[in-house]
Structures are given as C-alpha cells and as structure tokens.
C-alpha cells in the first residue's frame, strides 16, 4: 500500500504539510513568536509587517520596520506607517514573553521574534493589539485537535456499534439500523447547533471543549457504522472466521481480530476523509458563536472578527485564519485521496 501510495505526489506532499500543521499544534507555544494574549493598545489593527531584506538598497539579514500609529482627530481613525529609519531585525531564538510548553516547562525563548520587548507581527493584529500569527498557531492546537479525537472517538463508536449490528444479525442489527436511520434523519448542522446551544456559557473551557468533541463524534459515527455492518456482513461467512468459531475463539475477538483487520485500510482512508469535516464543522460552531469561546484560541475563535463586514474591510488580515483552514481541508482530502487509491486493489 506504501508503493502505490508514494507514486500519488500529490497525496505525499499533502501528508508532509499535515505533519507540519501537526508539528505546529505541538510545539506551538515555541513557534510563536509572542505572547497571543498580550494586548498592546498601540497596535490595535496594526497591519502585516513585510519581511525586507535590503535597507538603503544594501543587503540586510532579514528585518521589518516598526510601525507607528497615527490617529485622525477628527474621525478618530488609526493609520500606520513604517518607521524606515530603525530597521528591527529578525532573530531566531529570541528571548520573549515566559510561558509554558505544554503548559509546565517554563521557557523564555521562541523559534523567532525581534527580541529586547519588541513585537511581531507577521500577520497583523486584531482589535486588542495581539499578534494575530501567533493566535493563528495557537488555533491549530485546538482546530486540529478536535478533529482528530471527534474522529478518534466516531471510529469506536462505528467500530463497535456497527460491528454488533452486523455480526449478530437479527433484532440487533434492526434496532440499530432504525437508531441510525433516526439520526441520519435530522439535519446535521441544525443538530450540532442546537447541541451546542444547549451548553451553558458558565462552563469551563476543558468542559466546552470535551462537549464539543463527543458532539462532533456523537453524531459522526453513524455512517462509519453503516459501512463498517456491510463489511461484516460479508466477511463473517469466510472461512478464517467460521475456523475461528469453531477453534472456540470469543465472538468479540473474531470482530476485532480477524474481521475488522480485513477492511482496516478502507477505515484509514475513511477516517482521514472525515477529520476536515469535524475541522470545518468546529470552525462554523464557534464562528457562529455556538462552540467555542473565547479566551479559547481555535481557528473558528479567531474568525469571529469577521462577523463585522466593515471590520473585514477595513482589515482584510483578519481572514488569514481562513486560509489556514482552506490549507488543512484540501490537504487532508488529497492525502485521502492518495490512501484510497492506494488501497483499492483495481487502482492502476
């Protein structure tokens, strides 16, 4: 599967960028070159600072000038402008804001920043002054995330459930089928909103946090049950699970053991297809304000700036969470078209 996987280029170069945004959810707090909470009333909707690398027409290690903000007395609106006289060099392990990897290592030092106090910032910032580029990082960690244990926890659920149904057979697999017909029935969106919204906004950030997941999982497994009861169906008259019955092997052990084995490759790309679909599925909840809030940092978080078309105008940087993730969707759907290809036995 490897072989034919690695002649789908695209597929391979989907699969080093999820790594990357991967790798970027992990070490998050050291990729960011300061504090994403910090607010700095001097630089509130500050502009993206462009990398140079030529002052005065000579060559220059990579720098940004500072930006200065200026406001009309009359319609109180803030300008910038660049301050080309004190070029701000980029540096790479800069002592920063303190904070904690992983939220208990004390450390001082970011991949980069300008160092001495200063601000960066790459991507602009928002109403309050905050770096957005580090915000953006930060969102990662919970975007990504979620998405990962929604589907982690949708994958047992249609593991398990549609294993039963399609192993036992009989009343079993009709009162399950009917279950999920039900809830196949409802409009998803409109459910996960009205689950969401039943949340109380008093509860805690790891609370909203674990709701939202089992809400994204508690309704996501039902079509992975589907599939997974039809390659039962198909696979538990074959002659390694009837020699498996009749050696005495338990029921639950044939499932796992020798049955679910026989299609693992269809659950992988099954379930790499559905994680962009609980990404985007937070992203809308908490944009819409119906999942998470702030202080939490997610990419449907940081999008509800955007509400305001005015505000998305006038500071068109605050849609680079937008991007980030337009990026995360189509790779993961061209890596699940790369591990679909690759495990489809007709595939040429």
């Known amino acids: 599967m490897w072989w034919k996987f690695q002649d789908h280029k695209l597929a391979v170069f989907a699969l080093y960028v999820v790594l990357a945004l991967y790798l970027v959810a992990i070490f998050c ?3 960011s070159p300061s504090d994403p909470n910090k607010r700095d009333a001097k630089h509130s909707f500050a502009k993206p600072q462009r990398v140079r690398v030529f002052h005065d027409g000579k060559p220059h290690r990579p720098f940004v000038y500072p930006l200065v903000q200026h406001i009309d007395e009359v319609t109180l609106a803030r300008t910038y402008t660049e301050d080309k006289t004190e070029p701000q060099s980029i540096r790479l392990l800069p002592k920063g804001d303190p904070y904690r990897m992983w939220g208990f290592i004390p450390l001082e030092r970011h991949a980069i920043g300008l160092g001495d106090g200063k601000r960066l910032y790459l991507m602009g910032a928002d109403r309050l002054g905050r770096d957005l580029f580090s915000r953006i990082l930060w969102g990662t960690r919970i975007s990504l995330s979620i998405g990962l244990c929604g589907v982690t926890l949708s994958l047992i659920l249609g593991v398990v459930i549609g294993g039963i ?7 079993i697999d009709t009162l399950i089928q009917r279950l999920i017909e039900i809830l196949r029935s409802f409009p998803t969106i409109p459910l996960w909103m009205a689950l969401s919204a039943a949340m ?17 999982a508690g309704i996501g497994w039902v079509g992975l049950a ?11 008259e074959e002659d ?6 009749v050696a005495g092997v338990g029921e639950f052990s044939i499932i796992m053991r020798h049955l679910i084995p026989g299609f693992l490759s269809h659950l992988i790309v099954t379930v790499t297809l559905a994680i962009p679909g609980m990404i985007l599925a937070e992203t809308s909840l908490s944009f819409l304000r119906l999942g998470l809030r702030p202080p939490t940092i997610s990419w449907g978080v940081l999008l509800q700036a955007t509400m305001n078309f005015r505000a998305v105008n006038l500071y068109p940087w605050l849609l680079f969470p937008v991007l980030f993730v337009i990026v995360t969707v189509l790779m993961f759907n061209f890596l699940g078209d790369g591990l679909r290809d690759a495990a489809d036995p007709y595939s040429h």
């Open 29 to 31: 707090e050291f990729l």
């Open 200 to 216: 109380p906004a008093t509860w805690s950030q790891i609370r909203v946090y674990f709701c939202m997941t089992i809400i994204l």
């Open 240 to 245: 390694y699970a009837m020699a498996a019955r």
């Open 226 to 236: 589907r599939v997974v009861r039809g390659k039962i169906l198909a696979l538990r």
């Open 165 to 171: 149904s399609g192993y036992y057979g009989g009343i």
